[in-house]
């Protein structure tokens, strides 16, 4: 079955990098295109960025375009997040998702989804 | 990107119906036919419970019924169970291959 989970979280200072990853198991992972969404604590979701299955186009969401930066391995079957800069505000459980059709990524929504990595941003 | 409005909150008793409802603008909902809904329990992934405005993956109850009117999206839970108790938020598709989400609403189960 599709098992998709996240590492590379925990505390970082203000202004570092990190980055995440998502490995990704039971689907052909250079297939579909994948999806990072975060929450922050006690707050809703916020699409963040899409790759597509083989890499060439990447979307960000305003808030973090400049600043992330969303790329894939697909020899690896995994997704990351470099996650440059950070703001306390980047402070948040971060979730992969896979996109559910093969080679599309505008369907809108999200089968399968990690069980999420916290971020917290403190000095 | 605005995010999409939600209630904060809605409650209802045991074997009742709730309709959450879901506000975005022309540029999402009012102009793709492709609104999804979660289920998100405490210390969990969202869980998908409709998409594309009203169908239902396999396993999830015809209890769950999803639809859409102009820039509005609704999501209605019949027979409300206690275990219907969790956080549920509304998605839609704005182009460009990314998604907005709603703030969030909380379901009670009184």
């Known amino acids: 079955q599709v098992q998709l989970v996240e590492s590379g979280g925990g505390v970082v200072q203000p202004g570092k990098p990190l980055t995440l990853s998502c490995a990704a198991s039971g689907f052909t992972f250079s297939s579909f295109g994948m999806h990072w969404v975060r929450q922050a604590p006690g707050k809703g979701l916020e699409w963040v960025a899409r790759?597509?299955?083989?890499?060439?186009?990447?979307t960000y969401a305003d808030s973090v375009k400049g600043r992330f930066t969303v790329s894939r391995d697909n020899s690896k079957n995994s997704l990351f997040l470099q996650v440059n800069s950070l703001r306390p505000e980047d402070t948040a459980v971060y979730f992969c998702?896979?996109?559910?059709?093969?080679?599309?990524?505008?369907?809108?929504?999200?089968?399968?989804w990690g069980q999420g990595i916290l971020v917290t941003v403190s000095s | 990107q605005s995010a999409l409005t939600q209630p904060p909150s809605v409650s209802g008793s045991p074997g009742q119906s709730v309709t959450i409802s879901c506000t975005g603008s022309r540029s999402d909902i009012g102009l793709y036919d492709r609104v999804s809904w979660y289920r998100q329990p405490p210390g969990t992934a969202p869980q998908l419970i409709i998409y594309?405005?009203?169908d239902r993956p396999s396993g999830v109850p015809d209890r769950f019924s999803g639809s859409k009117s102009g820039n509005t999206a609704s999501l209605t839970i019949s027979g409300l169970q206690a275990e219907d108790e969790a956080d549920y938020y509304c998605c839609s598709y704005r182009g460009d291959s990314a998604v907005v989400f709603g703030g969030g609403t909380k379901l009670t189960v009184l």
């Open positions: 594309d405005v009203s």
């Open positions: 998702a896979k996109s559910p059709m093969f080679y599309y990524d505008s369907s809108g929504y999200y089968v399968h």
């Open positions: 790759i597509s299955y083989d890499g060439s186009e990447k």
